[in-house]
Nanobody
Framework: QVQLVESGGGLVQAGGSLRLSCAAS????????MAWFSQAPGKAREFVAA????????RYADSVKGRFTISADNAKNTVYLAMNSLKPEDTAVYYC??????????????????WGQGTQVTVSS
């Protein structure tokens, strides 16, 4: 069993920044790929970024490359998503996810086994 708790969401103006956090606990997670997904109302949940705890494999959606950075603090069992140059189209609930699959961080919702409750990010124009 893995528990994931997101925090750090809020309301910012376009061009601003936020840093989301995902605290992981329970089953050993240090070798599990971790990811961030976003979901706007009425839209499908979409891949944002993923990594392994060692940081040797990192993936980003094309829409966030150069603006968002995913990172992990192994000592704190926490994954971060630093969000810069935010756009109104980034407005969504952001979810943290983990997977027991050993093939590396996937980019599909079905690749992940455990999910947090999400944190709301709203970007105003």
């Amino acid at each position: 069993q893995v528990q994931l708790v997101e925090s750090g969401g809020g309301l910012v103006q376009a061009g601003g920044s936020l840093r989301l956090s995902c605290a992981a606990s329970g089953r050993t997670v240090e070798r599990m790929p971790m990811a961030w997904f976003s979901q706007a109302p009425g839209k499908a949940r979409e891949f944002v970024a993923a990594l392994t705890w060692t940081g040797d494999t990192i993936r980003y959606a094309d829409s966030v490359k150069g603006r968002f950075t995913i990172s992990a603090d192994n000592a704190k069992n926490t994954v971060y998503l630093a969000m810069n140059s935010l756009k109104p189209e980034d407005t969504a609930v952001y979810y943290c996810a983990a997977t027991s699959y050993s093939s590396g961080p996937g980019v599909r919702r079905v690749d992940y086994d455990w999910w947090g409750q999400g944190t709301q990010v709203t970007v105003s124009s």
